[in-house]
Structure formats: structure tokens, C-alpha cells
């Protein structure tokens, strides 16, 4: 009985200090003024903050919360990738831009080639964009924003699980250098421009990604799983 008490006693320190630690994170990403999350209404703001007190309850609840917060993680970086592609270049505000521009298969130029690939990657967005494509950036900052958010939420509660933020931070940066420069090959493959791999090397992206995706499974299930629980809240 004794055991069982400390393990929840255990539980629930380790939920109010990681609570704090995400909520502090959080209340500076919504301070920043020249991010797009300061410029939310108060509702979204919340909303985002209760998804994410959520996914720390299903990771605490899970059978194995380390494999559990490690699927999000993936999933979340993946989806960030997709658009910090064009996001990556020289003096990028975000020092995980900056730091990714190091890795092998992400030029930080992208930015450049948007007039071409948004036809192809942001249809929908360029009808109803200005020759500036405004809409497409909007689009661009605030999927990439919110992914990079959850993503620091997800690596919040890794830290705390594993008790090793350094591991933790080599962990996130291997698998941003692997999916940065997978969408970054996608996307140059599928607009004609010059691509930065090999064949040999664009499958290998393929296969390690792939890998990847099997194992944190269905990112819509699990986005369905985090609403539901943050409405419960």
C-alpha cells in the first residue's frame, strides 16, 4: 500500500512540476510579439494550452509514457519540418532554424524558390493570395508555429520523464536534421529544382522516415485523442 502511494505521489509531483514547466514555456511563447502566436485571441491561446495540458495526461497515462511522448514527438516534428522548410535561412529568429541549416540536405533557401513551388505544394492559398503570396506565408508561420510549439511541449515532458535534457536536445535535433531535409528533398523533386541528394540518398530519407511514421502511428487519431481530452478537461 506504502508503494502505491509514493508511485502516486510520484505521479502527481511529477505532473505539477512538468505543468509549470509547460505553462512558463507557453505564457513566453504567447509574450513574444513578433511571433504569430502573441497575436492569437485569448480563446486560441487557451485552447492551444489545454491540447497540450492534455497530451501531458495521456503521456503520463500511457502503459509506457516515454514511447508514448517519443510518438508525438516524432509526428510533431515531421509536421513542423513541413513548412520550417522555407522558414530556415540566415538570420532566422528561432535557433532551431538556424541550428538546422548546418544539416546535410537543407539549403536555408528555399524562401527563395516560393513563387515556384507554392503552385504545387499551397494551391488553395495562392488563389487567394496577393503577388506577394501574404497568405501562403501566413499559412506557412502559423502550421509551422504551432507544430514547433507542441513539438517543445513534447520534448518539456520527454526532459522530465528521462530526467536528461541534453539527450533529450541531441534527440530532437537528429530527428529535425532527418525531417527537414526529407520534405526539403520532397519538395525540391516534386517543383523540378535542383535536388541536394542522391538518388541513393533521397531513399534512404524515404525508408528512415517511413520507419518513423509507422511507429508514432496516426497523427489525425491522436489529434483526435488530445481534443477529446482537453473538451473532458
Not at 138 to 167: K, P, Y
Request: include cysteine; aromatic fraction near 6%.
Amino acid at each position: 500500500m506504502n508503494e502505491v502511494n509514493r508511485k502516486k505521489i510520484n505521479s502527481f509531483s511529477l505532473l505539477d512540476v512538468t505543468r509549470a514547466r509547460i505553462a512558463a514555456f507557453l505564457y513566453k511563447a504567447y509574450s513574444d510579439s513578433e511571433g504569430l502566436l502573441g497575436g492569437l485571441d485569448c480563446w486560441t491561446q487557451r485552447r492551444i494550452t489545454e491540447e497540450n495540458l492534455a497530451k501531458l495526461a495521456l503521456v503520463l497515462d500511457a502503459d509506457d509514457p516515454v514511447e508514448a511522448c517519443y510518438r508525438d514527438l516524432i509526428r510533431e516534428i515531421d509536421n513542423e519540418a513541413e513548412t520550417g522548410i522555407y522558414l530556415a535561412r540566415s538570420g532566422a529568429r528561432s535557433r532551431h532554424l538556424q541550428r538546422v541549416m548546418d544539416e546535410p540536405g537543407v539549403s536555408g533557401e528555399l524562401y527563395r524558390e516560393l513563387q515556384t513551388i507554392a503552385p504545387n505544394m499551397f494551391a488553395d492559398e495562392v488563389a487567394r493570395s496577393t503577388d506577394e503570396l501574404d497568405l501562403v506565408w501566413i499559412t506557412i508561420r502559423a502550421c509551422h508555429d504551432r507544430a514547433h510549439v507542441d513539438a517543445s511541449v513534447s520534448e518539456i515532458i520527454m526532459a522530465f520523464l528521462v530526467d536528461d535534457r541534453q539527450s533529450v536536445r541531441d534527440m530532437s535535433n537528429a530527428m529535425r536534421a532527418l525531417h527537414y531535409a526529407y520534405h526539403e528533398d520532397a519538395v525540391r523533386r516534386r517543383c523540378d529544382l535542383p535536388p541536394l541528394t542522391s538518388d541513393t540518398e533521397s531513399r534512404e530519407l524515404v525508408i528512415m522516415v517511413t520507419e518513423l511514421a509507422d511507429r508514432s502511428g496516426s497523427y489525425e487519431k491522436r489529434v483526435t485523442e488530445i481534443r477529446g481530452r482537453a473538451d473532458t478537461r
